[in-house]
């Protein structure tokens, strides 16, 4: 069963902490991404990655970044947590761009 | 600019009831569209992808149709069951400035009751 694997399904970090989210995909997708699901605001992208070592901003990509180490795993990062990034954080990959995605089970991410 | 409106956002059914979840988009100018499902604190799981050149995909009990000239698609439920509770998910797949682009709807959250 192909997966996609959130390494954590619940966090709590202190505001101004740097937090790793880690996702690891096993079906050599080529692409990537990373989003949080906030009640009200849907689904937004915040960074995605077609590539290994390549990355591209999404539409809300402030106060994150990302690595791509490795074709199967793809981190986020918050640089220096702050309250308004509580949320839902959901990774997904797809084989190509108009592929369908594979999601994560997500990470739930309290910021205190 | 691409988007994708669910209707209703809400909707509640007797358990063995056929029913259907409508999803609108925009731009007729899509390359895929798929369905998911996501139960609460949790990741989206996919049901169905249709791809732009199909009209319809089926899975068990679900069946999606897809007509772009109209910026429609829905999934059909058969014969509902407590266990289809979830909030169902459309996503188009669109070009924005060059780049693919998932575009998704707010979801429709349905509740079966027994």
């Known amino acids: 069963d192909v997966k996609v694997t959130q390494s954590s399904r619940y966090l709590v970090k202190r505001t101004g902490e740097k937090v790793f989210l880690e996702c690891v995909q096993d079906?050599?997708?080529?692409?990537m991404f990373w989003y949080r699901q906030d009640p009200g605001l849907g689904l937004r992208l915040i960074y995605f990655?077609?590539?290994?070592?390549?990355?591209e901003k999404g539409d809300i990509p402030e106060g994150y970044s990302v690595s791509r180490e490795k074709k199967e795993r793809f981190s986020l990062i918050l640089e220096s947590a702050s309250t308004n990034q509580t949320s839902m954080y959901l990774c997904?990959?797809?084989?190509?761009?108009?592929?369908?995605?594979?999601f994560g089970s997500g990470t739930r991410l309290t910021v205190v | 600019k691409q988007e994708v409106t669910q209707i209703p956002a809400a909707l509640s059914v007797p358990e063995g009831e056929n029913l259907v979840l409508n999803c609108s988009f925009t731009?007729?100018?899509?390359?895929?569209l798929q369905w998911f499902r996501q139960d609460p604190g949790k990741g989206l799981t996919s049901l169905l992808l249709?791809?732009?050149?199909?009209r319809e995909q089926t899975s068990g009990r679900l069946n999606a149709s897809l007509d772009k000239s109209s910026g429609r698609s829905t999934l059909y439920i058969a014969a509902s069951q407590p266990g289809d509770s979830a909030t169902y998910l459309c996503?188009?797949?669109?070009?924005?400035?060059?780049?693919?682009?998932?575009?998704f709807g707010t979801g429709t959250r349905l509740k079966v009751l027994a």
């Open positions: 996503a188009v797949i669109s070009t924005t400035s060059g780049t693919y682009k998932y575009i």
């Open positions: 079906m050599d997708h080529e692409n």
């Open positions: 997904a990959s797809s084989r190509t761009e108009i592929g369908g995605y594979t």
């Open positions: 990655s077609y590539d290994v070592k390549m990355k």
């Open positions: 249709i791809q732009s050149s199909q």
């Open positions: 731009d007729s100018a899509i390359y895929n």
